[in-house]
């Protein structure tokens, strides 16, 4: 079972509002990464993270924005939520060149 | 069964079936592949692993060939069950800004009937 944590499950949220995605994990991986997933869809890397204070843009191009203060945390928020954001969020973290561990992913509706 | 993970994405078989699931990676420089399994409402969780100096790696009921020649990855079910319904993703580890990054191909729904 991986020791990594998303929160919340689910939210439905109105357009507009700021939202912040928390993601934890204690397995102390230095790498770290968010995918975007539609229904049925494959995952699509939005950022990354080698480290602490290292974040990168990843292949899908997102309005959203990361932060790597400690090693076991990486936030993900938006600042404005529209309706084209509402997906699946799913965080993941690695030691380096091994399996990714993935929490169990925030259901976005924006409305 | 047997599906192309790209190009067919629904495989429906029956119980007790052997289930084979295909993916065609891009990167002939990647040397680690994965496979996760997704359930429902839940986050992809690992199958099982190869690297590309070994062509095969077996484990509790499955199988990965990897063919580095046509840069093709197979998963092996043995006896599906009903509790192997599910999507199946391939990743391969890609090399960018000094590391690699697991990197998602589009999944294989798996669907077993009783």
């Known amino acids: 079972e991986a020791d990594i944590y998303q929160t919340p499950r689910y939210l439905v949220i109105g357009t507009g509002k700021k939202i912040t995605l928390e993601c934890s994990q204690t397995?102390?991986?230095?790498?770290m990464y968010w995918y975007q997933q539609d229904p049925g869809m494959e995952l699509h890397l939005i950022h990354y993270?080698?480290?602490?204070?290292?974040?990168e843009k990843g292949d899908l191009s997102s309005e959203s924005t990361v932060s790597r203060i400690r090693t076991e945390h990486f936030p993900l928020t938006l600042e404005s939520a529209r309706p084209s954001h509402t997906s699946q969020y799913l965080c993941a973290s690695s030691e380096p060149g091994q399996r990714a561990f993935f929490g169990q992913g925030t259901r976005l509706t924006v409305v | 069964g047997e599906s192309v993970g790209l190009h067919l994405p629904t495989l429906s078989v029956q119980e007790g079936d052997n289930s084979i699931i295909n993916c065609a990676y891009s990167?002939?420089?990647?040397?680690?592949f994965i496979w996760y399994k997704q359930e429902s409402g839940k986050g992809p969780q690992f199958i099982i692993d190869?690297?590309?100096?070994?062509d095969k790696r077996q484990g509790q009921r499955v199988t990965v060939l990897l063919n580095k020649t046509v840069k093709h990855l197979s998963l092996q079910i043995a006896a599906t069950q009903p509790g192997d319904s599910a999507v199946y993703f391939c990743a391969e580890n890609i090399h960018r800004g000094g590391s690699y990054i697991p990197t998602f191909g589009r999944g294989t729904s798996l669907i077993v009937h009783p």
């Open positions: 990167n002939s420089a990647s040397d680690y």
């Open positions: 397995m102390g991986h230095d790498k």
């Open positions: 190869i690297r590309s100096n070994m």
């Open positions: 993270s080698y480290g602490v204070n290292s974040t």
